[in-house]
C-alpha cells in the first residue's frame, strides 16, 4: 500500500468534517493520523521482528474513525472502508484493515490478532497527554466555561474513572508505561494550571 495516497484520500474523507460539535473542522483526520504513527512505533517496539502487517496497522489507524458521529462508528467504518480502499489495497488487506475498524472499541480480547490491539492502545493513548489538555479547553470554549470548570473536571471522580477505565482497556504493558507517563504531564500541568488560574506564582 501507497501511504502515502492513503493519507491524501483520508485527508479527502476526514480533512474538512467535523465529527463532533465540540471539536475543530478536521480533528479526526489528525487524530487518526497521529493513531496510525503511534501504532507503528508500538508494533516496532512489542513485534520487533514482524514488519508485515505494517500497512494493514498504518491504514486501519488512518481510517478507524472515519465514520465518527455515524453510529456505531465502528460498524459503519469497517463497511465504508471496504469501498473507499478498492485500488488502494489488496482484498486481503482490506477485509485486515476493516477487522481493526469494526473491532478499535471491543478491546481487552486476547483472541484479536496483535495488529488490531496495537490499533487498540494507539487510540487510547492519543487521547491522554497533551492532547487531553487540547480537547478539555476546545470543549471549554465551545460551552463558554471558566478556567475553574476545567479544574473541577480533572479532580472528579468522574474522570478519575475514566482515566482508570481507559488505562485497564490497554492491552500491552509498555502502552500503560507511555499512558502513566502521559497522566503524569497531565496531572502536574493540572496542578499548575490550578494554582495559576487562583493567582499563584511560583518564586
Not at 473542522?25 to 487518526?32: A, T
Request: glycine share 4%; hydrophobic share 40%; charged share 30%.
Amino acid at each position: 500500500m501507497d501511504r502515502e495516497r492513503l493519507t491524501e484520500l483520508a485527508f479527502k474523507t476526514m480533512g474538512k468534517r467535523k465529527s463532533h460539535l465540540q471539536r475543530e473542522k478536521g480533528y479526526i483526520f489528525y487524530h487518526c493520523e497521529r493513531v496510525a504513527k503511534i501504532a507503528l512505533h508500538l508494533r516496532e517496539a512489542l513485534f520487533p521482528a514482524d514488519a508485515s502487517s505494517d500497512d494493514v496497522i498504518f491504514a486501519g489507524a488512518l481510517f478507524h474513525d472515519v465514520t465518527k458521529g455515524i453510529e456505531p462508528h465502528a460498524a459503519t467504518g469497517a463497511h465504508l472502508v471496504q469501498q473507499l480502499l478498492q485500488g488502494y489495497a489488496s482484498d486481503r488487506e482490506i477485509q485486515d484493515v476493516s477487522e481493526i475498524v469494526r473491532l478499535h472499541n471491543a478491546r481487552l480480547r486476547e483472541d484479536q490478532p496483535f495488529y488490531v490491539r496495537v490499533v487498540q492502545d494507539a487510540d487510547i493513548l492519543d487521547h491522554f497527554g497533551s492532547q487531553e489538555v487540547w480537547l478539555k479547553f476546545l470543549y471549554g470554549a465551545h460551552k463558554d466555561e471558566s478556567v475553574f470548570d476545567a479544574v473541577r473536571l480533572w479532580e472528579s471522580e468522574e474522570h478519575e474513572n475514566y482515566v482508570d477505565k481507559s488505562r485497564k482497556s490497554l492491552n500491552f504493558e509498555l502502552s500503560r508505561q507511555i499512558f502513566d507517563k502521559k497522566l503524569q504531564f497531565h496531572r502536574m500541568f493540572a496542578q499548575r494550571f490550578k494554582a495559576e488560574s487562583s493567582g499563584e506564582i511560583d518564586f
